[in-house]
């Protein structure tokens, strides 16, 4: 059932709902050219109904990556189980790969975050600042895998365990341009995993795992190696 829009405070869910579309408006507009009439346009709602959820543009923006995170959540939940080896953490990884390759919304997303959005000092700031109000820093997550006893036995004396969040996150960012920047003229809606691979022919997935393996080999403990 979803809440009426003269409820006083909207549930973020149900703004991250509404914000469905966004990435296409933006995509096809840019960011700084999409308006709000544009988006209620979009939507089937006024622009004064969009303000209501949404107080500007980057209060929209970071709604719609909660909602990009969100569903990236729930599109690997199946596939990822409750965290307690570094096997796991790696099939969280290669999880992740997985959807970025299959689902249009999600390809879409990235493609414009990674190649089409205008960033400037002070919309990241304001951004950043939005999502700290609703959620933990995803890297701060992840670290906190690494933390955990069963995995932080695995690594190696010394291991610098910020510098190695820091190293996964840059290749899974490089990882993800280098495969959507192939062909910026893909047809998101229908194109399928195996008709568009990285050099070589090798999947998103299988280089995910490829590069995770590698990146770890130089932190784990012999035999913690999988």
């Not at 507009?29 to 543009?57: C, L, P």
């Not at 923006?61 to 199946?78: H, M, W």
């Not at 700031?125 to 959620?135: A, Q, S």
């Not at 291991?159 to 910026?184: E, V």
């Amino acid at each position: 059932m979803v809440a009426s829009l003269s409820t006083p405070k909207a549930p973020l869910a149900l703004k991250a709902r509404k914000a469905i579309s966004y990435p296409y408006l933006f995509s096809e507009q840019g960011y700084s050219h999409a308006t709000f009439s544009d988006i209620a346009e979009r939507i089937g709602m006024t622009r004064g109904a969009v303000y209501w959820h949404f107080e500007n543009k980057p209060a929209l923006l970071a709604a719609l990556i909660e909602y990009i995170c969100d569903r990236k959540r729930n599109l690997t939940g199946e596939a990822i189980p409750a965290i307690c080896s570094i096997g796991d953490v790696r099939r969280v990884f290669i999880a992740h790969a997985g959807v970025v390759a299959r689902d249009a919304m999600v390809r879409k997303f990235e493609f414009f975050m990674h190649y089409q959005m205008e960033w400037s000092a002070e919309l990241l700031t304001e951004t950043h600042k939005t999502l700290n109000d609703f959620r933990k820093n995803p890297l701060e997550e992840f670290q906190a895998c690494f933390k955990l006893p069963e995995i932080a036995r695995c690594l190696r004396p010394g291991a610098d365990l910020d510098q190695l969040i820091l190293t996964l996150a840059a290749f899974w960012l490089g990882l993800c341009k280098m495969y959507l920047g192939r062909c910026p003229r893909i047809d998101f809606d229908s194109r399928a995993e195996n008709g568009f691979d990285l050099p070589g022919g090798v999947s998103l997935a299988q280089m995910a795992g490829d590069g995770f393996d590698l990146i770890m080999s130089s932190v784990l403990k012999k035999e913690c190696k999988e």
